[in-house]
Nanobody
Framework: QVHLVESGGGSVQAGGSLRLACVAS????????MAWFRQAPGKEREGVAA???????DYADSVKGRFTISRDNAANTLYLQMNALKPEDTAMYYC????????????????????WGQGTQVTVSS
């Protein structure tokens, strides 16, 4: 059974940093693309960062240069380092596992992901 458990959220002031983690279990972590999504109240879910099995990454334009996605295959853990946080980054952040193995290309398309964590809240104050 696939489990994804996020941690690391919290409340910070603008300009601050947070590091999110997502511990995966129940499947061979190495073989699947992973991603971080976020959803703010009243807004649609959006892809933030994605990573392929070979650690190629893709980012939403709004976070490029500020966020870094990474994975530790030995620890079955996905990370999102968030720097220079802005109030508009405030949202619930979710990690997700791709539906299929095989593709080497990271994707921010939500439809490519089958399993989701419960989320961790990030709040950035001005």
């Amino acid at each position: 059974q696939v489990h994804l458990v996020e941690s690391g959220g919290g409340s910070v002031q603008a300009g601050g940093s947070l590091r999110l983690a997502c511990v995966a279990s129940g499947y061979p972590f190495t073989f699947y693309r992973m991603a971080w999504f976020r959803q703010a109240p009243g807004k649609e879910r959006e892809g933030v960062a994605a990573i392929s099995v070979a650690s190629s990454a893709d980012y939403a334009d709004s976070v490029k240069g500020r966020f870094t996605i990474s994975r530790d295959n030995a620890a079955n853990t996905l990370y999102l380092q968030m720097n220079a946080l802005k109030p508009e980054d405030t949202a619930m952040y979710y990690c997700a596992r791709a539906q299929n193995t095989g593709s080497p290309v990271p994707t921010l398309t939500a439809g490519a992901y089958q399993f989701w964590g419960q989320g961790t809240q990030v709040t950035v104050s001005s």
